[in-house]
């Protein structure tokens, strides 16, 4: 974990310029390419202090960057995970210029974008846009008051209007703001939920995505839906029509990519967007005039983070063709012609962006090298921006390359994984074994360090336990993405059946089948969904697990879909509910937990660990249970990931027995 963790990678106005966050032990700062083409540092921050930074937006002249800084930017409510003793403080917004300097606080909210012709700058706070000079010669004023949640705001490529998305909690609407006679036009408003609002070349239409509200949380497996639709609509006068709609039956229930936005539109009045019409999330073009979709990409693999270049000439996007559990990046013309891999190596490569003068870059690792910012050289290689900020420390020579294996679920179904092995050569009888389950559930570990931070420090810990003898499963279990929307979208998943314990328990077959594997040394940990998925497993199977950790699991499903917002409203839903939690065969749970928390978690609420904690005492099950004061579901201090780890650490040692070193 000593290596610097590359995030929000962000394309500039001109040439190869490029910038992007490294997170080093905790210390968040701003790299960018000067003119010379060499990376360098612009912020000067220097404490593991819990503040985070994304939402990097470079000045049209590329010589300033905003960004959004904060102790927790998951959402509107402040966090304290400085520990101050003056309270929370909420996300910020801040300038820097490019050559570095100081940085100067702009005011409390995120998302900045500066205007086309760069003298204001705009960020939202709640329910309102806020509006400030560039150059920041006087205090900003609220130029929206919205009823709703403001997200998403963007400039028209003239700078005369805004667009925005307003939540209105069982809908959502797509504004226009005109700046000349400060007047808001509602696209089409409808009662749907409208999002992803993209403005045409020309800045007079608008753009978005509609689909239809329905009662269903999040959690809960959706594999059809009243179709969604794609609608334009008259920038100025807000009248809209539907462009083109979904069919029924696989792909009606819309699916985003990774990428924030998901709905493109090309310099040749094309719509470029997701869809699962064939079971597999693929992109398609729609004409702006209507007529038949035409598919962009094809075949049995998901697309994850798309781009579109400034001059809309360029797509860009990574996806999991040929490699499963890989992603790399393609880029084609999006008005014609065929997707073309940017580089054919064994590394994964996401979060792809094209440059003002079409360089590629992204982020690039592989199983034993962590992620780094590369381009795309005329060689047609990857080339690292900055690899001086790798430690010669760094045990990339120590790291074992983990293997794809599938096996078979208890109910029949076919689950994917990948195994990490020691490197004793075999020289061992047996080993033990650690299971690993991801949150989310929507997420896929890869064959390597993960794109998306909490999972690359969670596949390092992989690695580091594999250095000490343990053989690693991580289980890419039904309810993650990578393998199709049936593999998502599972039958009776979650509080609906919680089918996924076929899985857990056709992982605990598969090792205990495997004859380097001390089948009496099973171990199991994850986080969030993870952390379900640990607290299942020690309440059906404590027979075959010797011992748990388990981090920000939740424990009952139907006090946890109160306390989120969206309870259950039937007796027998409830019912089904509290069968497919860990709590429904608590007294057949015997093997030891080790429970850690964070206690300002909003995405699965302490109160969980707090019943789970209940019910270990009253059935003397043994446990220990570490608290993180003022921390969050993503854990913002790396001190608390190192805590959480070397506590993870201990437990397994504790409890799995003498291990060899290797």
């Not at 939920?193 to 269903?216: L, M, W, Y």
């Not at 719509?271 to 693929?282: A, C, R, V």
């Not at 014609?336 to 590629?360: F, L, M, N």
């Not at 179904?413 to 389950?437: C, E, K, N, T």
């Amino acid at each position: 974990m000593q290596a610097p963790y590359p995030s929000d990678l962000t394309v500039g106005p001109a040439g190869k310029s490029v910038a992007w966050v490294f997170d080093t032990k905790g210390v968040r700062n701003i790299w960018a390419l000067d003119s010379t083409g060499k990376a360098r540092q612009i912020t000067a921050f220097t404490q593991d202090d819990g503040f985070d930074i994304d939402g990097l937006a470079w000045s049209p002249d590329g010589k300033q960057i905003a960004f959004t800084r904060g102790e927790s930017l998951e959402d509107e409510r402040p966090a304290n995970v400085n520990n101050s003793p003056e309270g929370a403080s909420g996300r910020e917004v801040w300038v820097i210029s490019i050559d570095g300097g100081t940085a100067r606080k702009v005011g409390a909210g995120h998302s900045a974008s500066f205007s086309p012709d760069g003298s204001r700058l705009i960020y939202i706070d709640k329910q309102r846009i806020w509006v400030v000079a560039a150059a920041g010669e006087a205090a900003a004023q609220p130029l929206i008051v919205d009823q709703g949640n403001i997200s998403a705001v963007s400039w028209s490529p003239d700078g005369k209007r805004l667009a925005f998305g307003s939540n209105r909690g069982s809908h959502a609407l797509i504004g226009v703001y005109e700046l000349g006679a400060k007047k808001i036009a509602w696209m089409s408003p409808s009662l749907d939920r409208d999002t992803s609002a993209v403005f045409s070349p020309s800045g007079t239409q608008v753009a978005f995505i509609r689909v239809v509200s329905e009662k269903n949380p999040e959690i809960v497996s959706q594999r059809t839906a009243q179709p969604w639709s794609i609608w334009i609509a008259d920038a100025s006068s807000g009248e809209g029509r539907r462009v083109w709609i979904a069919d029924n039956g696989p792909g009606s229930a819309f699916h985003p990519t990774l990428s924030p936005k998901n709905l493109l539109w090309t310099l040749h009045d094309q719509l470029i967007f997701p869809w699962e019409k064939t079971g597999w999330l693929q992109l398609y073009a729609a004409p702006v005039r209507g007529g038949p979709v035409r598919a962009v990409t094809s075949g049995n693999f998901e697309v994850a983070h798309l781009v579109l270049s400034a001059d809309r000439r360029r797509l860009a996007f990574s996806s999991g063709q040929d490699d499963s559990d890989r992603l790399h990046v393609w880029s084609l013309d999006p008005d014609a012609g065929k997707p073309a891999r940017a580089a054919g190596d064994r590394s994964i490569e996401d979060y792809p962006q094209v440059g003002a003068d079409g360089t590629i870059f992204a982020l690039r690792c592989d199983a034993a090298k962590p992620l780094q910012p590369v381009m795309l050289d005329g060689g047609g290689q990857w080339r690292p921006l900055a690899p001086e900020v790798i430690p010669a420390t760094f045990p990339a020579s120590k790291l074992v390359a983990p293997e794809i294996v599938t096996f078979k679920a208890k109910d029949g179904q076919l689950v994917h994984g990948q195994i990490f092995l020691p490197r004793d050569g075999g020289a061992l009888p047996s080993h033990p074994a650690i299971m690993f389950y991801h949150g989310g559930p929507q997420r896929q570990m890869l064959l390597g360090f993960h794109p998306m931070g909490a999972y690359n420090w969670m596949y390092a810990l992989n690695q580091y336990f594999v250095s000490e003898g343990y053989i690693v499963l991580s289980v890419n279990y039904r309810g993650g993405i990578g393998y199709g929307l049936d593999y998502r979208e599972a039958k009776d998943f979650g509080p609906n059946g919680g089918s996924e314990l076929n899985d857990l328990l056709g992982a605990v077959t598969y090792l205990q089948g495997r004859k380097d594997v001390d089948s009496h040394r099973l171990g199991i940990w994850g986080a969030s969904y993870g952390g379900l998925m640990t607290a299942l497993g020690l309440a059906r199977a404590s027979d075959a697990i010797a011992a748990g950790v388990d981090y920000a699991g939740l424990y009952n499903w139907a006090t946890f879909l109160a306390d989120v917002g969206a309870p259950i409203d039937n007796a027998e839903a409830t019912a089904r509910a509290v069968q497919s939690s860990p709590i429904a065969t608590i007294n057949q749970w015997r093997s030891p937990v080790l429970l850690v928390q964070a206690d300002d978690d909003r995405n699965v609420p302490s109160q969980q660990a707090s019943e789970l904690l209940e019910d270990l005492n009253s059935h003397h099950i043994e446990h220990d249970v570490i608290l993180i004061p003022n921390e969050i579901h993503d854990l913002a201090h790396y001190s608390s990931w190192i805590a959480l780890f070397d506590a993870a650490d201990k437990y397994f040692e504790r409890h799995l027995g003498e291990r060899r070193t290797h």
